[in-house]
Nanobody, 115 residues
Framework: EVQLVESGGGLVQPGGSLRLSCAASGFTFDDYAMNWVRQAPGKGLEWVSAISWNGGSTYYAESLKGRFTISRDNAKNTLYLQMNSLKSEDTAVYYC????????WGQGTQVTVST
């Protein structure tokens, strides 16, 4: 059974940092690029970042460059998203996703940026 389990979300003040993790199982993790996608309250899905199968290439939504860093540890089957200088508009449920055609999704982790 394929599982993607996100963790690390929570409540943080503007300007703060969080590190999200996504633990993968049930498929060959290092066969696939992986992504982070988010959904803000009342809005649609927004692609955040992607990383190639070996971590050699990374991609970011233009508005997030310089604040977010995606990484992966294939030995641990884990994907990460380091988020710095968080803003209220970063409030969303964050999902990790991967596989052919984004076939695999986690349940999401809530990130709330607020005073």
């Amino acid at each position: 059974e394929v599982q993607l389990v996100e963790s690390g979300g929570g409540l943080v003040q503007p300007g703060g940092s969080l590190r999200l993790s996504c633990a993968a199982s049930g498929f060959t993790f290092d066969d696939y690029a992986m992504n982070w996608v988010r959904q803000a309250p009342g809005k649609g899905l927004e692609w955040v970042s992607a990383i190639s199968w070996n971590g050699g290439s990374t991609y970011y939504a233009e508005s997030l460059k310089g604040r977010f860093t995606i990484s992966r540890d294939n030995a641990k089957n884990t994907l990460y998203l380091q988020m710095n200088s968080l803003k209220s508009e970063d409030t969303a449920v964050y999902y990790c996703t991967g596989g052919l055609g984004y076939a695999y999704w986690g349940q999401g982790t809530q990130v709330t940026v607020s005073t």
